[in-house]
């Protein structure tokens, strides 16, 4: 049985990924919370630490949020590398980078209530 890994109140998760969703950077609490190595993230897809009880829909509108320049905001059931899981609240945004002012997403976690937990697992099991 996998078990929920509950993210310390400090914990802030920060992801970079390219327009494909191809992960360019992670921090140091993003590889600890989901067991990975900053090596073995880099240039993976970060579907890599997707739970498959997330819903597609869920990540669907996340896609067609950011690309219209929005701000995304959501809860999300992500999977460790040893398969246990753990939950975030998410923001994701788009931003300009580097000198050839390519287009990247940020993702920027923090752990949410368990309150906040039950009301997304309740709401994501209707997604199906």
Same mark, same amino acid.
Not at 19 to 25: R, T
Not at 64 to 71: L, V, Y
């Given at each position: *049985?996998?078990?929920?890994?509950?993210?310390? #109140?400090?914990? $802030? +998760?920060?992801?970079?990924? !390219? @327009?494909? &969703?191809? =992960?360019? $950077? %992670?921090?140091?609490?993003?590889?600890?919370? %989901? &067991?990975?190595? +900053? !090596?073995?993230? =880099?240039?993976?897809?970060?579907?890599?630490?997707?739970?498959?009880? *997330?819903?597609?829909?869920? $990540?669907? !509108?996340?896609? @067609?949020?950011?690309?219209?320049?929005?701000?995304?905001? &959501?809860?999300?059931?992500?999977?460790?590398?040893?398969?246990? $899981?753990?939950?975030?609240?998410? *923001?994701?945004? %788009?931003?300009?980078? &580097?000198?050839?002012? @390519? +287009?990247?997403?940020?993702?920027?976690?923090?752990?949410?209530?368990?309150? #906040? =937990?039950?009301?997304?697992?309740? +709401?994501?099991?209707? *997604?199906?």
């Amino acid at each position: *049985m996998n078990q929920e890994y509950l993210l310390h #109140e400090s914990d $802030f +998760l920060v992801s970079e990924t !390219d @327009e494909q &969703g191809i =992960i360019l $950077f %992670a921090n140091d609490d993003f590889c600890k919370v %989901a &067991g990975y190595s +900053l !090596d073995e993230l =880099i240039a993976q897809p970060h579907s890599i630490v997707r739970h498959p009880d *997330m819903p597609k829909t869920a $990540f669907k !509108d996340l896609w @067609e949020t950011i690309k219209r320049g929005e701000t995304w905001s &959501g809860y999300v059931k992500n999977r460790t590398k040893n398969g246990d $899981f753990y939950w975030v609240f998410a *923001m994701v945004y %788009a931003i300009r980078s &580097g000198n050839n002012n @390519e +287009l990247t997403y940020i993702s920027c976690r923090r752990r949410p209530s368990r309150e #906040e =937990i039950n009301n997304a697992s309740e +709401l994501y099991q209707t *997604m199906y």
